[in-house]
């Protein structure tokens, strides 16, 4: 049967390879069998300053990259979370229903806000917009990578709350994370993951990056001292996670990978990897600069926004009619 998909990407600088692995190949997959909804975040994109025009065009960017990895707006909506107020509307009333305990164990909030001096209660507070965002549609399935995890942990105890004390209304969701890929890790160090805000752009790929760039990130990506090609994330974790890459750019299981590069160094296999990313990605950037040129994305996004808010509202009125607001007259 047809479930209701919703994700979202924050337009808070260029997406990365982690983003495209552990999230957008999966909307592409989803949205032929399913109603899938997928957003440009921008009202969590600002709970850390943006400037205005790099908001703007990160906006735009992302939702375009959208297009171009193969999101058809035909079949699923793709729209910015600004242009559907209900999502703030929601954000807030969750967030009355939210335990500050909550908030304070989520460990994106302590990444995030570690050694800074002011942090911004947005930032705070994240969690209860992000559960805003997938029970505003009762979505059933949100494809995500591994740390976003607990946010949907959040989101589930959410609905299961507010159902029990205003009856039974949301679904309750469940993630979608891949098996390989759910955690692309940065090409410096196999600990952290490959991140956009790191200061090191050796450390991740980004999707427009030009090919020759690409084919010096990976051939530059830190390796161990060993010579072997086996997946061993707790030994070998830059190695393994070189080898998930692949695997996911490739379609081949990990098992392949090693048989195949059996016995070889590592210099082959980075060289290969880095066409295999290149060949990827270019067809992808061709068609982001198309779709950047076509002047057709901002009536793609109206479209989007417009099916989005007809859920969105009647979703709205319902939850604040059980929760006892008096109807507005018109
Ligand atoms: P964001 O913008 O940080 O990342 C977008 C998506 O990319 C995934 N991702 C990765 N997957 C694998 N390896 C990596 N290195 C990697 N880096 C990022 C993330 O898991 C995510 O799926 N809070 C969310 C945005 C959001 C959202 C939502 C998602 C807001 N509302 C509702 C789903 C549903 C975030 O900051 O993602």
Redesign the pocket.
């Known amino acids: 049967m047809a479930k209701k998909v919703?994700?979202?990407?924050?337009p808070?600088g260029s997406l990365?390879l982690?983003?495209y692995?552990?999230?957008?190949k999966n909307f592409v997959k989803l949205q032929r069998e399913h109603e899938c909804y997928f957003?440009v975040?921008d009202l969590?994109a600002i709970t850390v300053p943006q400037e205005p025009a790099a908001l703007r065009e990160n906006s735009e960017s992302v939702a375009a990259l959208y297009l171009a990895a193969g999101i058809d707006p035909k079949i699923a909506s793709v729209y910015l979370?600004s242009h559907v107020p209900q999502h703030a509307e929601l954000g807030w009333i969750l967030t009355t229903l939210t335990a500050m305990g909550e908030l304070e164990r989520m460990t994106?909030f302590k990444d995030k806000s570690s050694g800074k001096d002011s942090v911004g209660a947005g930032l705070f507070v994240?969690p209860s917009?992000?559960a805003a965002?997938?029970l505003v549609y009762n979505a059933d399935l949100?494809?995500?990578?591994?740390?976003?995890k607990q946010?949907l942990e959040l989101t589930r105890d959410l609905a299961g709350r507010f159902n029990h004390r205003f009856g039974d209304f949301f679904t309750v969701p469940e993630p979608y994370i891949p098996e390989v890929?759910?955690?692309?890790?940065s090409l410096d160090d196999g600990t952290k993951?490959?991140?956009k805000s790191n200061p090191n752009p050796g450390s991740y790929i980004a999707l427009l990056d030009p090919p020759d760039v690409i084919r010096k990130k990976i051939s530059r990506a830190t390796t161990d001292s060993g010579r072997e090609i086996v997946y061993d994330p707790a030994n070998k974790p830059e190695v393994s996670n070189l080898m998930s890459i692949y695997a996911e750019c490739s379609g081949q299981s990990l098992q392949q990978i090693a048989d195949q590069y059996e016995g070889q160094m590592y210099g082959g296999f980075k060289k290969n990897l880095g066409e295999l990313l290149v060949a990827t990605l270019e067809p992808i950037q061709e068609r982001y600069r198309d779709i950047r040129s076509s002047g057709e994305l901002a009536g793609i996004l109206a479209e989007g926004a417009e099916k989005a808010q007809t859920l969105a509202s009647q979703t709205l009125a319902e939850v604040k009619k059980r929760m006892g607001f008096l109807p507005a007259r018109g």
Request: no cysteine.
């Open positions: 919703l994700s979202g990407i924050q808070s990365t982690g983003n692995i552990g999230a957008i957003m975040v969590h979370q994106q994240y917009l992000m965002d997938i949100v494809p995500v990578g591994e740390d976003q946010h890929g759910a955690r692309i890790m993951k490959m991140s």
